[in-house]
């Protein structure tokens, strides 16, 4: 591979040996055992269908999107399931920008061999209208830091997004049935994806006089003879195998399959993990979000009411004033407080009574009185009945 041939050119020949004979005394250079995994972490985003995993060093990061397109003639009732790959310079400085090199090719074929072949996502889920319309996976995965065993590090986190990914739901609906609706996540849930099993990558390097490692770093990639990579399920199915690189004895095979086994079972146990408490953070989110709603709905069309009531009592009282608005007669108070001075309405009745069933006398230090459209104070009917006197 042209990745590895350019990583083993960067590196001297004191390195290499130095890898082989640590490797020969079942030591690593990263002080690992020749099986041991790194340190594996899984993260998801914030929206469904996108994954972050770390293997070590190694991070790629993985998106999930659909789209409704025509099926092929062949598989009229089953939906496409497609694995994309983006090798950034960034990542690695043999990788050059553009158009896919040869790893990228092959990191593809080796994950869409392992998902596709193995059956394990039901494709036949995917179709919403038979012949018509079905449902377009496309898996993008984007190399973040390449620091080796990209194979493994890209199998879990498409299956992590693959788990966390949640299409929309449709209908059929029209006059002849064959229109298809797409409802939002607010009128109805999307569907999750019905994954049958978790095929994992387990990938091994082989070293001259048949040292095997598990795992291998961006060092021991450039010093390994060959690989090859063993795609299995938790129940020990063995779903794909590649490999590459020099000749590998059946016994040693056979070792790598037992191995191969027990470190999917742990990883499926870690994906699963994962995705469960993914999965009950979402489910919270959405409890406090619906509870949020409900309690600003309660009595707000009771308060509404009645301030439509109030607001249509003092608009009625405002329109009976402006009819006899000529006839009244407006008093200057003689009192003055200094350089201030205010303005009173009084009519005939508010006169002799002090309680003050009319209009009432407001007085100001600095400014004139203004009369409030909104005051509750007063009293259309004696309102009436003092522009009846007065005229």
């Known amino acids: 591979m042209d990745q590895r041939l350019a990583s083993a050119s960067r590196m001297s020949i004191n390195e290499k040996k130095f890898i082989e004979a640590a490797l020969a005394s079942d030591l690593r250079v990263d002080g690992r055992r020749p099986f ?18 770390h293997l070590g060093q190694t991070h790629v990061m993985c998106h999930v999107t659909s789209q409704l397109v025509e099926p092929y003639r062949d598989k009229l009732n089953e939906g496409t399931l497609s694995i994309f790959t983006e090798f950034s310079p960034m990542a690695d400085p043999s990788f050059e920008s553009g158009r896919p090199g040869e790893y990228a090719v092959e990191l593809g074929r080796i994950i869409d061999r392992g998902l596709r072949e193995s059956r394990a996502v039901d494709t036949e889920s995917l179709s919403v209208l038979s012949g018509k319309f079905v449902w377009f996976i496309r898996v993008d995965l984007h190399i973040l830091d390449n620091r080796g065993n990209l194979v493994d590090a890209a199998n879990i986190a498409a299956l992590a997004a693959l788990l966390t990914f949640r299409m929309p739901d449709c209908s059929l609906g029209g ?53 090859m990579t063993m795609t299995l399920n938790a129940n ?13 004895l059946p016994s040693t095979i056979m070792q790598c399959l037992r191995i191969a086994s027990v470190k999917a079972s742990d990883i499926t146990n870690k994906i699963k993990d994962s995705v469960v408490a993914y999965n009950t953070e979402r489910a919270l989110k959405k409890i406090k979000r619906c509870s949020s709603i409900v309690a600003v709905d309660v009595s707000v069309p009771d308060i509404k009411m009645e301030d439509y009531q109030s607001q249509s009592t003092i608009q009625q009282g405002v329109g009976e004033f402006s009819v006899g608005h000529d006839s009244l007669k407006l008093k200057k108070d003689e009192s003055y407080s200094g350089k201030s001075h205010c303005l009173g309405e009084k009519t005939a009745k508010s006169q002799n009574e002090d309680t003050g069933k009319g209009l009432n006398v407001k007085k100001c230090s600095k400014a004139p ?23």
């Open 236 to 248: 020990g199915d063995v779903c794909a195998v590649q490999k590459s690189g020099g000749g590998v």
């Open 36 to 53: 041991d995994y790194r340190r594996l972490t899984i993260k998801f985003g914030r929206r469904d269908g996108s994954s972050e995993v």
């Open 175 to 227: 006059e002849d049935g064959q229109k298809v609706i797409i409802h939002p996540p607010e009128v109805k849930e999307p569907l999750c994806l019905r994954i049958h099993h978790l095929p994992i990558a387990i990938s091994f390097a082989f070293f001259g006089d048949g040292i095997v490692a598990i795992d291998p770093s961006h060092d021991e990639e450039a010093v390994m003879g060959g690989r």
């Open 369 to 391: 009185s203004t009369w409030d459209t909104y005051s509750k104070g007063i009293d259309s009917e004696a309102l009436m009945a003092s522009l009846v006197l007065s005229g």
